[in-house]
């Protein structure tokens, strides 16, 4: 399989059809199987939507408007790029996935989805790369911080330009590869993919949304798994609906903050119960019972 390094610089700004990234730039370096380098591309491009530079991107990646001026359009550029992909096995790797959906927004702008699937496979170099060194992936490492880490040479070729980063990234990728990680992370880039790519996961405000069953309301307490009874009503904030519930059973008062996260496979509902009182324990005997104070656990 072939590995496709890409990388995009863009152009972000107000359209008259909303906010745009225009590609302004495509590079991208193809390595054969042995991970050893086999072509490169490069291309500006000129920008159709959002004309003028905006002055961060120009500071940031070096391009100025004449660079763009003499550059090709961008159904010029992407088939130049298309046809260098070539139409066999691929698999595309960019740093964080910022890369390709940036180029599937510019190619649905210009109505030519289909050429997505140019692209095979899809495998995030960012998630690998930190894989690979044992990183946890909640953690972001830009790409240059990443180099230093794994001890890749970052030359004097400036950053943030397509052709450079898509060097540098391939330099990583080469350098840290493990089968596994790439295994693991590696997607078919089908219309599954980018459904799921581009969906925006979001919080239900309406506990009537019939995508809520009435059980999911339903809460067991943490102590002794029967159901408790709500004794509140409930408030709406920060995305969570917070009630309050007591255990009959171990005389436990909780406050409980369900949220109901809508994602690209479904319903995800989440109750976390915080303790808000000390239980009471029924006294027995003449042993007199000192209230536990119990935090917020
Ligand atoms: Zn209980």
Not at 50 to 72: C, F, Q, V
Request: with cysteine.
């Amino acid at each position: 399989m072939k590995y496709i390094i890409m990388d995009l610089e863009w152009n972000g700004s107000g359209t008259d059809q909303g906010y745009f990234n225009e590609i302004i730039e495509i590079g991208a370096v193809a390595l054969d199987d042995n991970m050893t380098v086999s072509g490169e591309f490069q291309s500006f491009v000129s920008p159709k939507f959002t004309r003028k530079l905006r002055g961060r991107i120009k500071e940031l990646t070096h391009i100025s408007n004449d660079d763009l001026k003499k550059a090709p359009g961008f159904l010029t550029a992407f088939r130049q790029f298309r046809a260098w992909l070539g139409d066999g096995d691929n698999c595309m790797l960019s740093w964080g996935n910022s890369d390709i959906q940036v180029l599937y927004e510019n190619l649905k702008r210009y109505d030519m989805l289909d050429e997505i699937y140019a692209i095979r496979h899809y495998c995030d170099a960012q998630l690998m790369c930190q894989m690979a060194m044992d990183i946890p992936l909640t953690k972001q490492v830009g790409l240059s911080a990443f180099a230093e880490l794994a001890g890749v040479e970052i030359g004097d070729d400036p950053l943030h330009r397509a052709i450079t980063d898509s060097r540098l990234t391939a330099k990583c990728v080469t350098k840290v590869f493990r089968p596994a990680c790439f295994e693991a992370l590696v997607r078919k880039a089908d219309r599954e993919f980018y459904e799921r790519m581009n969906f925006k996961s979001y919080c239900l405000q309406d506990l009537g949304d019939e995508m809520i069953h009435p059980c999911d309301l339903m809460t067991v307490c943490p102590e002794c798994g029967h159901y408790m009874k709500r004794i509140s009503g409930y408030v709406y904030r920060n995305k969570k609906h917070y009630a309050t519930y007591r255990c009959k059973f171990c005389k436990i008062t909780y406050h409980v903050a369900h949220t109901f996260r809508v994602t690209y496979d479904g319903l995800e509902h989440k109750a976390v119960c915080n303790r808000v009182e000390p239980s009471v324990e029924p006294a027995s005997d003449n042993v007199k019972q000192i209230p536990q104070v119990v935090g917020d656990a």
